[in-house]
């Protein structure tokens, strides 16, 4: 059992009977007290955001999560089925648990699934994707001296401000964190 002192960014422990991955910490040393870690953990399953306060003496159990590559197949019964590359196997998560970024998911794209003891806990998808735009409504001309946005709808059927310079058939990048227009993919 690691010790709080063992604590590093990227580890999984379990906490209140949910696993939690810390992605800050900071050891403080308060005058007088004994030594503590501020820790701000991210539940896996959730995807919640807490600050949590460990002293030295408390107990945690490390969590070790296994990250595999995986292609996304389909959406189905409120799942989402993923399938392992190597081996051909199949897994599912709820949908609910990407949220938002879940409206960027196409069917092909590579994602890092999370697994605890063989079951699927979450999916990560790529911070940046391309997609192609399949909706826009066109320019108007002299109004691109300005930063003038416009929505676009993109081939997952999200929607997402645009420069007025995009036209339907353009490929973009978008940042699947923030749901923005990053720029204009070009092929050649």
Do not use: C
Request: glycine fraction near 6%; proline fraction near 3%; charge should be negative.
């Amino acid at each position: 059992m690691p010790s709080i002192s063992d604590f590093r960014t990227g580890m999984a422990i379990l906490h209140n009977n949910d696993i939690w991955i810390i992605t800050e910490y900071q050891h403080v040393t308060p005058g007088n007290w004994r030594a503590m870690v501020r820790t701000k953990l991210k539940n896996v399953k959730t995807g919640r955001v807490i600050d949590i306060t460990f002293r030295m003496t408390d107990k945690i159990e490390e969590v070790r999560l296994e990250e595999k590559e995986m292609q996304y197949l389909y959406e189905a019964d409120n799942n989402l089925y993923f399938m392992d590359m190597e081996t051909y196997d199949q897994t599912f998560i709820p949908n609910d648990i990407l949220g938002t970024q879940k409206q960027f998911l196409k069917e092909g794209n590579t994602v890092k699934v999370l697994f605890h003891d063989n079951n699927a806990l979450t999916a990560e998808i790529p911070n940046f994707i391309e997609l192609k735009v399949t909706e826009s409504e066109p320019g108007v001309k002299g109004d691109s001296a300005t930063n003038i946005l416009k929505y676009a709808t993109v081939e997952t059927g999200a929607k997402v401000q645009v420069p007025l310079f995009i036209k339907e058939g353009d490929i973009v990048r978008i940042d699947t964190r923030t749901g923005k227009y990053l720029e204009r993919v070009s092929y050649k």
